[in-house]
């Protein structure tokens, strides 16, 4: 069987067509729990749940006991589930090839195998490719998670600013179940006919702030302006806990890249520098207007810089510098 998005599967679901085994598996647990929760919550009415819903653990539990549930044949209900959480701990795992090659069709077993890559050289993962529903749930890179964000939001006719999501995807990372969480929690929080989240918003319900941060840090250097980027790095300085030194070098570097990317883009059509920058349409004009205010020497020269003093921040160089006296120093060189 080929492997399945989630979508694919979730609308097999809805239409009450079944595979007797779901692996869900991968580096993003989002999708994971959103097809084994819908699993546990749709397949089964509240009344056949009470005889025909097993939740089982792969620390607490062993490939018998769980062929043993899975055998079992439902009670006043066509089918039922049995939901293996944390598969990827189930010590004998190898053992379940005996069912998993002659499954029962009113079972629907799920195996929940998160991060950890199955071995498919061993016998049961030949066969669970072959027999069943394989979700293989791969981590976005960064660049991608502001659209699945407008997407996400779309769904329930809400929109975002683009630097909103930016701001989302920084403070959080591209783990989609805590931006899911967040998402959440912001279209509660949004007044009563309002459609939009905004930077505003996000600083008022999770305390992310939008003047001060790495995505205005590097916008500020950007337009070269002094007085702004000096102000946001004095901020990051007095709270390196929220701003630490390493994620600044590490989205500096990343802007600067794209910026010496830019200057060999012979197309410089929005969507394609769009595209060749891995960004969305929105943000070229930040490219553009960096690229006027250095030229390609001076941004190698930045790279060097921020290389430098991501050394030191580690220690290396002999010289003990506190992060915050760091973090004003390389400022003051990227600028100057």
Known sequence: MEFQSADQILSELKIKQYHPVYFL????????????????????DEAEKTFNLTVLYGK???????????????????????????????????????????????????????????????KVFKS????????????????????????YL?????????KASVLLVE??????????????????????????????????????SKDYNNFELQNALGRRDVVKANRIILAFAE????????LTVTTLYNYFSKVLIYYWIEDKSR???????GVRPFFVKDYVQAARNYNPTKVIGIISILREYDLKSKGYGGVAIAPG?????MIYKILH
Not at 132 to 149: F, H, M, R
Not at 154 to 162: G, Q, R, T, V
């Open 25 to 44: 598996t991968g580096d993003e647990a989002y999708y994971i729990d959103l097809v084994s929760d819908y699993i546990q919550e749709h397949v089964l």
């Open 60 to 122: 607490e539990t062993d490939a018998l006991t769980v062929m043993n549930a899975a055998k079992r044949f439902p009670m006043m209900s066509s089918h039922q589930v049995v939901i293996v959480k944390e598969a990827q701990e189930l010590k004998d795992i190898e053992n379940l090839v005996h069912y998993i090659e002659n499954p029962l069709a009113s079972t629907l077993l799920v195996l929940d195998y998160k991060y950890k890559k199955p071995d498919k050289r061993k």
């Open 128 to 151: 669970i490719l072959k027999n069943s529903a394989y979700l293989e749930s791969k981590k976005l890179y960064d660049d991608k998670v502001p659209g699945w964000i407008s997407a």
């Open 154 to 162: 779309s769904a329930k006719n809400i929109s975002i600013e683009p």
């Open 171 to 208: 403070f959080l990372g591209s783990d989609l179940s805590k931006i899911a969480n967040e998402l959440d929690k912001l279209i509660i929080s949004l007044e009563e006919g309002e459609k939009r989240i905004t930077p505003e918003l996000i600083e008022r319900n999770i305390g992310i």
């Open 239 to 246: 709270n390196q806990k929220s701003h630490p030194l390493v």
């Open 271 to 277: 969507d394609n520098v769009a595209d060749k920058l």
């Open 325 to 329: 006296d760091i973090m004003k120093e």
